[in-house]
DNA sequence: AAAAGCCGCAACCGCAGGGTA
DNA sequence: TTACCCTGCGGTTGCGGCTTT
């Protein structure tokens, strides 16, 4: 039996949306929350999905929305929390108040990738491309090499654009294997089984702080396998060891 | 000034996973 | 245990605007 379809498809508006619907999405949210998105088209009358009405709430219409450029300091932040989470761009944005995983995957692919590539630095494993060696994405940093030195001295984005083509699914390839590796941080990561009493008493207690829109998670489990919705951190079913370099980590807390 | 090409963003799609009857 | 529903996630696409030729 197949999945059933999440909206009728045939009697809702596709595209871009006009600032009736979105005044009407705003409106019935304001009155109903959030949630319940397969019933809302119908109860704000909008021939929308709900998938639809979803997307559009998340990734615009939400008042706690910090639109414009991402500053220097939310740059680094991104690239330190993909060197360690990868293309978990919901988490990422987790960390990131104001902004949505679609707005900080976009900025990722059209900027932060070029961006390191251009530094020299491998987008997916976050080691220099000179420092591969014999790696299977190796070919990555030779195309790249090879196309800046023909190009002009200026001429990243072509080089860039070698570097992408060689590589993409070596480097994925590479990034599983590579996961729980983070050279840039010096992190080691790893899912332990949760400790004894006595061995919990003996670590230092993570500090647990407030989440941005309600929620905790301490930095023993980082918001790993943590769901947004959940009130405490489950650090007592498996907790992510960061070892020596926890304070590193401390330092990717959002402020 | 017009056409072509490129880029960035909003939105869509398919799938996975949790919840529940 | 199973089937289905619902939500959320990540990858991909398409379109509008900008830049280059």
Not at 43 to 65: E, F, Q, T, V
Not at 247 to 254: A, E, V
Request: net charge positive; with cysteine.
């Amino acid at each position: 039996m197949g999945r059933s379809p999440c909206c009728e498809k045939a009697h809702t508006n596709k595209g871009a949306w006009t600032k009736e619907e979105d005044e009407r999405l705003i409106a019935h949210i304001r009155e109903h929350g959030e949630g319940c998105w397969r019933a809302l088209p119908k109860a704000a009358g909008l021939l929308r999905c709900g998938k639809s009405c979803r997307l559009r709430w998340i990734n615009y219409l939400r008042p706690d929305l910090k639109r414009g450029n991402f500053s220097l300091d939310e740059d680094d932040l991104i690239i330190k929390l993909h060197s360690l989470l990868g293309n978990k761009w919901s988490l990422i944005a987790a960390r990131l108040p104001g902004r949505t995983d679609n707005e900080i995957k976009n900025y990722w692919n059209t900027h932060i990738r070029r961006k390191l590539l251009s530094r020299g630095i491998d987008p997916v494993t976050h080691r220099p491309l000179s420092e591969r060696g014999s790696s299977p994405s190796n070919a990555a940093a030779t195309a790249f090499e090879t196309a800046k030195q023909e190009g002009t001295p200026d001429d990243d984005h072509a080089a860039v654009d070698a570097a992408e083509s060689m590589s993409l699914s070596q480097q994925q390839q590479q990034q599983q294997q590579q996961r729980p590796k983070c050279p840039d941080l010096n992190l080691e990561l790893c899912i332990s089984p949760p400790l004894q009493e006595e061995e919990e008493a003996a670590l230092v207690k993570p500090p647990v702080v407030k989440r941005e829109g309600g929620g905790l998670f301490c930095f023993k489990c980082c918001g790993l396998g943590v769901k947004k919705e959940m009130m405490e951190c489950n650090c007592n079913n498996s907790f992510l060891t960061l070892g020596m370099q926890l304070l590193d980590y401390r330092s990717l807390q959002m402020k």
